[in-house]
């Protein structure tokens, strides 16, 4: 089975722009979660998609925003892009299809986000 | 969430069994133990999950006390490929529909010496 891919992989962007990222799941995952990865904070959860809706969100501003599509794909947007936005943005896939496999979940590769 | 409590680093020789230690003693009874890693520049890789009983798959082994407030990841024969740092991470089932995600704290960097 390939594995959860991530597009584009790299992107340099300006303070005030907004952007797209991608992330197609594990064929057969319907959960697409969301995170965001930097030095200082960590991993940190931004929200989870199952059957197209939205359904648990961290703590993170409305700027962030993300939808899934009846085919699993995922993306998520981010508006007004800050300095602090600049991460490594993961995607993860989950099974789901047992309850306890909800936490199981498959990362993809990520898209690092620079905003100068 | 159970806190968990990991040693920063580790070392283990090529070949060897590693195995990691992970401390959570305020586990609830309807916590799992899940068991995470990340590899230099890559997203995080699940390893293995168990509630109560030892669990293995084809990447390791996981050993959890019968009082449940430790666990121990095995793996069986280390390579050089299995350096990085692993997450140890207790969770209930989410209680509404949605998961909350999982929250990684500073794991243990693993290093594979030849």
């Known amino acids: 089975k390939a594995g959860v891919t991530q597009t584009p992989r790299y992107l340099i962007k300006t303070r005030g722009q907004q952007v797209t990222l991608s992330c197609s799941p594990i064929?057969?995952?319907?959960?697409v979660s969301w995170y965001q990865q930097t030095p200082g904070q960590g991993l940190q959860f931004l929200f989870e998609?199952?059957?197209?809706?939205?359904?648990n969100k961290g703590n993170f501003p409305g700027r962030f925003s993300g939808r899934q599509f009846s085919n699993s794909r995922s993306e998520m947007n981010v508006s007004t892009l800050e300095l602090g936005d600049s991460a490594l943005y993961l995607c993860a896939s989950s099974p789901r299809s047992r309850l306890a496999g909800v936490y199981e979940q498959y990362f993809g590769p990520g898209t690092r986000l620079t905003v100068t | 969430d159970a806190k968990t409590t990991q040693p920063p680093s580790m070392d283990c020789a090529e070949g060897r069994a590693a195995n990691l230690p992970c401390n959570h003693s305020?586990?609830?009874?309807?916590?799992?133990v899940y068991w995470y890693r990340q590899i230099h520049s890559q997203g995080p890789q699940y390893i293995i999950h168990g509630l109560k009983n030892n669990e293995t798959n084809e990447m390791a082994s996981l050993i959890i006390t019968e009082d449940r407030k430790s666990s121990t990841l095995i793996l069986p024969h280390a390579t050089l490929r299995d350096t990085a740092v692993y997450y140890c991470?207790?969770?209930?089932?989410?209680?509404?529909?949605?998961?909350?995600?999982?929250?990684f704290g500073k794991g243990t960097h693993l290093i594979i010496q030849p």
């Open positions: 305020t586990i609830s009874g309807n916590e799992y």
């Open positions: 998609y199952f059957s197209e809706t939205q359904r």
């Open positions: 064929s057969g995952h319907r959960s």
């Open positions: 991470i207790v969770r209930a089932l989410p209680s509404g529909g949605g998961a909350d995600g999982l929250t």
